[in-house]
């Protein structure tokens, strides 16, 4: 079953990317004994998630549950904080670790496009498949678009890190035939055969604000493993339309960003600024796409407007035990700093000139570890590893 546009593989010697600062790119030499002092506690905390039985959430678990909700979600989250970390240090530990949850996910994959839904019934189709389990009407189905669009983000990211890594070991190289592939001949062929759209852009849409973003870094990844600009347009196009739908407001400091829910386009209703718990993976997106210097997202007070978004409005609470339910600071109901433990906004630190984001960071933690020197929770050590590596530039690392 060979897709339109896949080219052979093995892959080009020349890798089809921008040239940028944090690498996928592991570095078989480093050492924690390298990083600055501000750093090391924080990246030995993260190290202590990774290895902790009692993680939460679980990863393992969550790459074992073959359900496309945990995948795009919490361990989309999970492990593209652990590659953002990794951009830093190059810890071949963390490459493996990612390794071992990709191959738990392999291992689920199955032809079982199995449903009933609409009076419609589908068996096997020919293609690998995840399966959906969360909502009423989609259990046990692989219908599920947004979802789909999710945990394939993410899938395309892994990819990439294989594909970057491939001569260091044959395994990695494997991988990274076998995710392009699946993600070319499985998944995307499916779903463009559903469709009716065999070729060209977008084969599959969703108009709220993070799933757009994710699906950027869909394509952005898509672009790097295959050589093909066709997606790489795309992901520019999106981003164009991140740029019209997120706005400039004034702040003390300067100017922050500010979004709505959903994205206004045509035949679609503008919700509420978006909330907390949807808005995490709208701004983690942008630090990985960032990270590439991919487009918008690499221009001058982008990324710095989103974290005074963070600072200004969602973090209102100075002693970091609760934050706002909405990016603009509304709400009636609060989220907690066991919340925030659970997602991965620290990182936005990275593109601040105080500490705020820092400091509120640093407290939320605390309240939410029960033991702080065995912490169950990887993102706000991450965020912080990710965040404190711009003030202490990891000279092992950055390349110009």
């Keep these: ?34 990083l600055p002092e501000e750093i090391a506690p924080w990246y030995h905390r993260f190290l202590a998630v990774l290895y902790n039985p009692r993680q939460y959430l679980n990863a393992t678990l969550l790459a074992k549950s073959n359900n496309t909700y945990h995948y795009g979600r919490a361990l989309n989250t999970h492990i593209t904080s652990m590659l953002q970390v990794f951009r830093i240090t190059g810890d071949m530990r963390i490459l493996a670790e990612v390794d071992r949850l990709a191959e738990l996910m392999r ?16 068996e096997t189709d020919g293609y690998l498949n995840w399966q959906y389990r969360h909502d009423k009407g989609y259990e046990g189905t692989d219908v599920h678009q947004m979802d789909e669009m999710l ?11 294989y594909q970057v890594n491939r001569d260091l070991d044959p395994r990695y190289a494997e991988r990274a035939r076998f995710w392009t592939d699946y993600l070319a001949n499985h998944f995307e062929a499916k779903w463009r ?3 009716g759209i065999p070729r060209g852009f977008p084969f599959l849409e969703k108009h709220l604000i993070h799933v757009t973003m994710q699906w950027i870094r869909y394509h952005y990844y898509m672009a790097q493993l ?17 740029r019209r739908h997120i706005r400039k407001i004034p702040v003390r400091e300067g100017t922050a960003a500010m979004w709505n829910h959903t994205m206004a386009v045509k035949g679609h209703l503008a919700h509420d600024p978006q909330p907390f718990q949807y808005a995490r993976y709208t701004v ?42 909405h990016i603009d600071g509304s709400g009636k109901k609060r989220e907690t700093a066991a919340r925030y433990a659970i997602s991965p906004w620290t990182m936005l630190g990275r593109w601040s000139d105080d500490r705020k984001i820092l400091s ?3 407290k939320a933690y605390f309240l939410a570890e029960e033991n702080p020197d065995r912490p169950r929770r990887i993102y706000i050590p991450a965020g912080m590893v990710f965040s404190l590596a711009r003030q202490a530039p990891p000279p092992w690392r950055c390349q110009d």
């Design 226 to 242: 295959t050589g093909n600009e066709a997606y790489e347009n795309e992901a520019r196009r999106m981003a164009e339309t991140v």
């Design 151 to 161: 945990s394939h983000a993410l899938i395309a990211a892994i990819a990439h890190a």
């Design 193 to 195: 055969k559903r469709k």
């Design 107 to 122: 291992a689920q994959l199955r032809d079982r496009s199995v449903l009933r839904r609409g009076g419609n019934i589908h």
């Design 1 to 34: 079953m060979a897709f339109w546009w896949l080219p052979s593989i093995p892959f080009s010697t020349q890798d089809r990317r921008p040239a940028f600062c944090l690498p996928l790119r592991a570095d078989p030499g480093f050492s924690s004994e390298q």
């Design 360 to 362: 509120i960071s640093e």
């Design 284 to 325: 983690q997106a942008a630090a990985d796409l960032a990270s590439e210097n991919f487009d918008v997202f690499s221009e001058p007070g982008f990324m710095e407007d989103l974290a005074a978004t963070l600072a200004h409005f969602v973090m209102n609470d100075p002693t970091g035990a609760t934050f706002a339910f």
